[in-house]
C-alpha cells in the first residue's frame, strides 16, 4: 500500500499537523493520484474544527484536488499514467438510484461518499486531498483541460461546480440581470461564470473596497447592501439571484429586488439559520426562495470544460502545506483574495 503523508486535525481544539497513512493500491477500476495541487474550502476549517458535529478524526481535509495519475487500475479505460485529473467534493455513490442515474450523484438517496469525513463501508472514514497521494474509482475523476492552470483549477472543484450548477439549473444566460450576493470564494466564481454565460451581473456587498474588484471580475453593477437608496433601486430589476454569504442575514430585501418569477438560490450554509423570509414577498411577485449543493460528475466536467473555454480560473493565493493554520486564520477574516491553494510540492 502506498505510504502517503498528509496534514490532519486529530480533534476539534488541534492545529492541522503531519501525518503518515496508507492509500490503497488502485483496485481494477480505480486510479491513483499524485496530488500536486489542493484548494483550501470554508467547509475544510468547518469539518477540522468540527463545527458541523460529524467529524470523525483524525481529519484530512480537501476536495478541490488536482494532480497526476500515477497508476491505474486494468480496468480503467478513461486514463493513463500522466494524465492531469482532479477530485471533487465526492469519491463514490450508490450507483443504482434514480439520482445517480440522472447524474446527480451529489443527490443520492443513500448518500454520497465525501472525498474526506465520508463514511467508508468497513466504519472508517476518507481522507482528503491534503495529502500526497490519493485512489479514487474511476467514474469519480475527472479530466482536467489542458488549458487550465492547475492552481487555479483547483477551487474549479468546488467552488466551480457549487457556483456553476445553479447558474445552469435556472437557466441563467444572456438578457437577464442576476445578482450575486458576496465576494468571496464563491462569489467570486460566481461573477466570472454568470458574465460568461451572457447575463448582466449585479454584485452585492457590503465592503465598499470589493466594488473595482468586482467590475474587474464581470460585474457591471456593484450594490452596497446596507445602503438603503442602492437597494432600493434594485426592486423588480433581477431575474435571478444567487447568495454565496454563509452567514445569518435577512433576505427580504434581496426578495424585493426579484421580478416576477425571478429566484433567490442559497449555497452557503449559516451556522444559525436566516431571519423567516416575508411571505408576502413571495406571494406578491410569484417569487422562490431554493437553494443548491454542488454538482454531479458529469455537469462538473461539463464545468471545467466550460472554464478552459472561456479563460474562467479562480482567482487564488498559493501557501505552502505548513502555512495552512495561519490560512485558517485569515480564511475567518476574509483575508484572501479568493480562494487559497497549497502547493503540494511543499509537503514532506
Same mark, same amino acid.
Given at each position: 500500500m502506498?505510504q ?9 481544539d ?5 501525518? !503518515? ?8 477500476? &480505480? ?6 495541487? #489542493?484548494?483550501v ?21 480537501g476536495? *478541490?484536488?488536482i ?12 486514463f493513463?499514467?500522466?494524465?492531469t485529473?482532479?477530485? =471533487?467534493?465526492?469519491?463514490d455513490s450508490?450507483?443504482s ?5 440522472? =447524474?446527480? &450523484?451529489?443527490?443520492c ?13 468497513d ?15 474511476? !467514474?469519480? @475523476? ?9 492552481? =487555479?483549477a ?6 466551480g ?12 444566460g ?25 447575463a *448582466?451581473v ?5 465592503s ?9 471580475l464581470?460585474a457591471?453593477?456593484? @450594490? ?16 435571478f ?15 424585493? #429586488? ?13 451556522e ?15 417569487? !422562490?426562495i431554493?437553494?443548491s ?5 458529469? &455537469?462538473?466536467?461539463e ?5 478552459a *473555454? ?7 493565493e498559493?501557501?505552502a ?7 485558517? &486564520?485569515?480564511?475567518?477574516? !476574509? ?14
Open positions: 502506498p502517503t503523508l498528509g496534514y490532519a486535525a486529530q480533534s476539534a488541534a492545529d492541522l499537523a503531519p501525518f !503518515s497513512f496508507d492509500r490503497r493500491e488502485p483496485g481494477l477500476d &480505480e486510479v491513483l493520484i499524485e496530488i500536486t495541487h #489542493c484548494g474550502c470554508h467547509s475544510d476549517l468547518h469539518q477540522a474544527r468540527n463545527d458541523w458535529k460529524n467529524t470523525a478524526y483524525p481529519c484530512i481535509p476536495h *478541490e484536488i494532480g497526476t495519475v500515477a497508476a491505474v487500475g486494468a480496468s480503467v479505460t478513461r493513463k499514467a500522466g494524465d485529473v482532479g477530485v =471533487g467534493c465526492l469519491v450508490c450507483g438510484c434514480g439520482h445517480c442515474d440522472e =447524474g446527480l &450523484e451529489q443527490y438517496d443513500t448518500g454520497a461518499t465525501g472525498t474526506y469525513n465520508g463514511r467508508l463501508p466504519g472508517g472514514h476518507t481522507y482528503g486531498g491534503y495529502s500526497q497521494k490519493i485512489t479514487v474509482k474511476e !467514474s469519480f @475523476v475527472l479530466r482536467i483541460p489542458d488549458t487550465l492552470d492547475r492552481a =487555479g483547483a477551487p474549479l472543484l468546488c467552488a461546480i457549487t457556483t456553476y450548477s445553479p447558474l445552469r439549473h435556472w437557466k441563467v444572456p438578457g437577464q440581470r442576476v445578482g450575486v450576493v458576496g465576494l468571496g470564494g464563491l462569489g467570486h466564481m460566481a461573477v466570472k461564470l454568470a458574465r460568461a454565460m451572457g *448582466e449585479v454584485l452585492f456587498t457590503t465598499p473596497g470589493k466594488v473595482e474588484d468586482a467590475k474587474r464581470g457591471s453593477e456593484v @450594490v452596497i447592501s446596507k445602503d438603503r437608496d442602492q437597494m432600493k433601486a434594485q426592486r423588480n430589476t433581477l431575474d439571484i444567487l447568495n454565496t454569504v454563509a452567514a445569518s442575514h435577512n433576505l427580504n430585501p434581496y426578495l424585493d #429586488c426579484l421580478k416576477v418569477n425571478g429566484s433567490l438560490v442559497l449555497v452557503g450554509v449559516p444559525e439559520a436566516h431571519p423567516s423570509p416575508s411571505v408576502g414577498r413571495l406571494l406578491s411577485k410569484r417569487r !422562490s431554493a437553494g449543493a454542488i454538482g454531479g460528475i458529469a &455537469e462538473t466536467q464545468m471545467l470544460d466550460f472554464c *473555454e472561456h479563460g474562467i480560473h479562480s482567482d487564488i498559493m501557501i502545506m505548513a502555512d495552512i493554520n495561519q490560512a485558517y &486564520e485569515r480564511m475567518l477574516k !476574509s483575508d484572501v483574495k479568493y480562494r487559497f491553494v497549497i502547493d503540494m510540492a511543499t509537503l514532506g
